[in-house]
């Protein structure tokens, strides 16, 4: 049954011939004959886009960037480019669960952005927390923690993931445009700004199957000290950006 409500899948693929035509069967499998999958493919070199072409199904667009400008500036294009009333996250390497698109949709109903949990494909296990090694969850019940959701964020230990994101269309003017300087960890921008603009909602159960390979573009295991002081310091920006953000879009609605 409709929900009423119009879905783009948001996709960005670079040199992904191997697996996205599995990702996109399942995505597909979950859709509304009236929604989209929007890709935007990285200039790649590989037979990616043919690949994605080959599915022959009218709801994909594939838009293909003339130079690589890396996966952040991708999903970028394909959120600018997207139309729907709700907008999902997806990688290009992984399976989505039935009943991914019900469950997200359901979510952003009651906030501007949700964020589920995943798992891994072919085991069914969470991802383990890189610090402690525990099942690394969200919990609904946590949604409105704001201080903790952020401190977890700047520590590297929150596992918001864009392949497990969506966005409700009057959320996407305070996402839009990605910060200038951000070249990595989108999902963790709009994770900080939903958080502090009180508009996350976390869903309990996971939504997304998680291909582990050696071409993941995030990893969950800690990265070298150079590396992780450059991401908190992005992450500080980041929410700096997400203040000022805020800050402006209350000032208009005020006018």
């Known amino acids: 049954m409709s929900d009423g409500a119009r879905v783009s899948v948001c996709m960005a693929t670079y040199n992904g011939s191997r ?19 929007v890709v935007v493919d990285d200039a790649s070199t590989d037979d990616t886009v043919a690949v994605v072409e080959g599915v022959g199904d009218p709801r994909v667009r594939v838009h ?36 991914r698109r019900a469950a ?29 090694g525990r ?8 949604s409105g923690h704001r201080l903790r959701n952020e401190l977890r964020i700047l520590a590297g230990d929150a596992p918001y993931f864009g392949c497990a994101m ?4 009057d959320a996407l003017a305070l996402v839009l445009p990605f910060p200038a300087f951000l070249d990595e960890s989108h999902d963790l921008w709009i994770a ?22 050696d071409a993941n573009a995030s990893s969950a295991q800690p990265r070298g000290i150079r590396p992780a002081l450059r991401s908190r310091i992005l992450l500080l920006r980041a929410l700096g950006e997400a203040g000022r953000r805020l800050r402006a879009s209350r000032s208009r609605a005020t006018r």
């Open 104 to 132: 997200l949709v359901a979510a952003v109903r009651h906030a501007g952005v949700a964020a589920s949990n995943l798992v891994v494909l072919g085991t069914g296990e969470p991802l383990r927390s890189p610090w402690s």
């Open 135 to 142: 099942p690394w969850r969200l919990h609904s019940r946590a």
């Open 192 to 213: 900080t700004l939903a958080n502090r603009g009180r508009l996350l909602r976390h869903v309990d159960e996971a939504t997304v199957r998680r291909r582990l390979h």
């Open 166 to 169: 969506a966005i409700r269309r």
């Open 64 to 99: 293909v960037q003339p130079v690589n400008g890396g996966y952040v500036r991708a999903f970028e294009s394909a959120l600018q480019r997207a139309s729907g009333d709700v907008l999902l996250l997806a990688d290009q390497d992984d399976e989505w669960v039935p009943g």
């Open 19 to 37: 697996y996205v035509r599995h990702q996109l069967l399942s995505i597909l499998a979950e859709l509304e004959p009236d929604d989209e999958v």
